[in-house]
Antibody, heavy 124, light 111 residues
Framework: QVQLQQWGAGLLKPSETLSLTCAVY????????WSWIRQPPGKGLEWIGE???????NYNPSLKSRVTISVDTSKNQFSLKLSSVTAADTAVYYC??????????????????WGQGTLVTVSS | QSALTQPASVSGSPGQSITISCTGT?????????VSWYQQHPGKAPKLMIY???KRPSGVSNRFSGSKSGNTASLTISGLQAEDEADYYC???????????FGGGTKLTVL
């Protein structure tokens, strides 16, 4: 059974870079896309982006200029960096496995399982 | 503002059935059978309940069902139980540029 465990700094100052890592245990790392999703306090979910084992990435167009997702296949881990954070980036950040459908382009179908979530607060 | 529109709240009594709608556009829900639904209890990570519009993962109660008509997807929960009280989010593939969109979430209250 695949499990995701995530960690990273929980308190940042404005303009700093958010950095989170997610480790995958108990299943195949290749053959999937691995995603980051966030949830501001009391609000809905927002997809940030994804990466596969080969390092191919896709990002939310609204965050693309500030987001970098990377992968370390030797450790079955993937990481998120979000630069120039502001208070609007305060959220619980989740990592999740994305099941995709392969056609002319890859199509994201569903997310399962999810990590436990990490609250990241941006405050001066 | 979320890309997919859900009612902010729905409620029902134990044993009743409720339906949560998720309205998108012809660029997402209307074009792809790639709608999924997630249940989220307070302080917990979302849990997959329905994928590809109407498929149930192993371990999810058959009281949960999904459907789609045009640009609107729906999640129906029958035989409501107290443990169903949670927030529910819909999600859809939205094309090769946007990729993924979520709904704003619906709070289900079991009266």
């Amino acid at each position: 059974q695949v499990q995701l465990q995530q960690w990273g700094a929980g308190l940042l100052k404005p303009s700093e870079t958010l950095s989170l890592t997610c480790a995958v245990y108990g299943g195949s790392f290749s053959g999937y896309y691995w995603s980051w999703i966030r949830q501001p306090p009391g609000k809905g979910l927002e997809w940030i982006g994804e990466i596969n084992h080969s390092g191919s990435t896709n990002y939310n167009p609204s965050l693309k200029s500030r987001v970098t997702i990377s992968v370390d296949t030797s450790k079955n881990q993937f990481s998120l960096k979000l630069s120039s954070v502001t208070a609007a980036d305060t959220a619980v950040y989740y990592c999740a496995r994305c099941i995709t459908i392969f056609g002319v382009v890859i199509m994201e179908s569903w997310f399962d399982p999810w990590g436990q979530g990490t609250l990241v607060t941006v405050s001066s | 503002q979320s890309a997919l529109t859900q009612p902010a709240s729905v409620s029902g009594s134990p044993g009743q059935s409720i339906t949560i709608s998720c309205t998108g556009t012809s660029s997402d829900v209307g074009s792809y059978n790639l709608v999924s639904w997630y249940q989220q209890h307070p302080g917990k990570a979302p849990k997959l309940m329905i994928y590809e519009v109407s498929k149930r993962p192993s371990g999810v109660s058959n009281r949960f069902s999904g459907s789609k008509s045009g640009n609107t997807a729906s999640l129906t929960i029958s035989g409501l139980q107290a443990e169903d009280e949670a927030d529910y989010y819909c999600c859809s593939y939205a094309g090769s540029s946007t990729h993924v969109v979520f709904g704003g979430g619906t709070k289900l209250t079991v009266l």
